[in-house]
């Protein structure tokens, strides 16, 4: 019940503010080097992604550290949503028990 009034409200008062995003290109960080599997995967939706919102997508891979660089690199960009982290459970959750 709970859940429900609030998607409800979100989207009486959400659509606004939905309907201006994205007025910029989208960075995609995949934490890994180019031409791996994670790569391919996040390059076909970032594709998807593209064509539904409209605005390009960008993938900016940023290999290295255990996926911990592309990362800590998404983690300190501004909080603006227009960068976006592809992550997996190696940065995510392995990486910081590690370090």
Not at 35 to 54: C, F, I
């Given at each position: 019940?709970?859940?429900?009034?609030?998607?409800?409200?979100?989207?009486?008062?959400?659509?606004?503010?939905?309907?201006?995003?994205?007025?910029k290109?989208?960075?995609?960080?995949?934490?890994?080097?180019?031409?791996?599997?994670?790569?391919?995967?996040a390059?076909?939706?970032?594709?998807?992604?593209?064509?539904?919102?409209?605005?390009?997508?960008?993938?900016?891979?940023?290999?290295?550290?255990?996926?911990?660089?592309?990362?800590?690199?998404?983690?300190?960009?501004?909080?603006?949503?227009?960068?976006?982290?592809?992550?997996?459970?190696?940065?995510?959750?392995?990486?910081?028990?590690?370090?």
């Amino acid at each position: 019940m709970k859940r429900t009034v609030l998607f409800l409200i979100s989207l009486v008062f959400g659509t606004g503010a939905f309907a201006q995003y994205p007025t910029k290109p989208v960075r995609l960080v995949v934490p890994f080097p180019a031409g791996e599997s994670v790569d391919a995967t996040a390059r076909l939706v970032a594709q998807s992604w593209s064509t539904a919102l409209g605005q390009q997508i960008l993938v900016d891979n940023r290999g290295g550290a255990g996926g911990t660089i592309g990362s800590e690199a998404v983690a300190k960009s501004a909080p603006d949503g227009y960068t976006i982290l592809w992550g997996n459970v190696g940065p995510l959750a392995i990486g910081p028990g590690l370090y």
